[in-house]
Nanobody, 127 residues
Framework: QVQLVESGGGWVQAGGSLRLSCAASGRTASIYAMAWFRQAPGKEREFVAAKRWSSSTIYYADGVKGRFTISRDSAENTVYLQMNSLKPEDTAVYYC????????????????????WGQGTQVTVSS
C-alpha cells in the first residue's frame, strides 16, 4: 500500500497562487501514476490533474488547463500541484491519489483508477 499526505492548502484571494504537496511513502517503487482530485461542498469528487510516474504523460481537467501544473520530485517521492490564477470556483478539498496498476479498466481521469488516497487539504479562494 502507498500512504499519501497532502499539505499546502489554505486561504487565498482570487487571482492568487498556492502549491499543494503530496508526500508518498510505503510501496512508492510500485507507483504507476498519481493524480489530484477535488471535492466542493455538495458536489461529486472531480478530476483535476494526473501524471504517470515514470513518463511525461500528464492530463488536466479542462477547467484548470493553463492555470494548474502537476509535477513530481522523484527524489522526495512527492507530487505537487501548482495552482495559479485561482478562482472562487476552485474552492474545494483537494485529494491526492495513487495507483500501482498499469491498467485496471479505468482511465487516468477516473476516480476508479486509483486505489490509494490521502486525507485531503482544504483550499479556499475568496472573491
Amino acid at each position: 500500500q502507498v500512504q499519501l499526505v497532502e499539505s499546502g492548502g489554505g486561504w487565498v484571494q482570487a487571482g492568487g497562487s498556492l502549491r499543494l504537496s503530496c508526500a508518498a511513502s510505503g510501496r512508492t517503487a510500485s507507483i504507476y501514476a498519481m493524480a489530484w482530485f477535488r471535492q466542493a461542498p455538495g458536489k461529486e469528487r472531480e478530476f483535476v490533474a494526473a501524471k504517470r510516474w515514470s513518463s511525461s504523460t500528464i492530463y488536466y481537467a479542462d477547467g484548470v488547463k493553463g492555470r494548474f501544473t502537476i509535477s513530481r520530485d522523484s527524489a522526495e517521492n512527492t507530487v505537487y500541484l501548482q495552482m495559479n490564477s485561482l478562482k472562487p470556483e476552485d474552492t474545494a478539498v483537494y485529494y491526492c491519489a495513487a495507483t500501482k496498476a498499469v491498467r485496471n479498466g479505468f482511465s487516468d481521469l477516473s476516480r476508479g483508477r486509483y486505489e490509494d488516497w490521502g486525507q485531503g487539504t482544504q483550499v479556499t479562494v475568496s472573491s
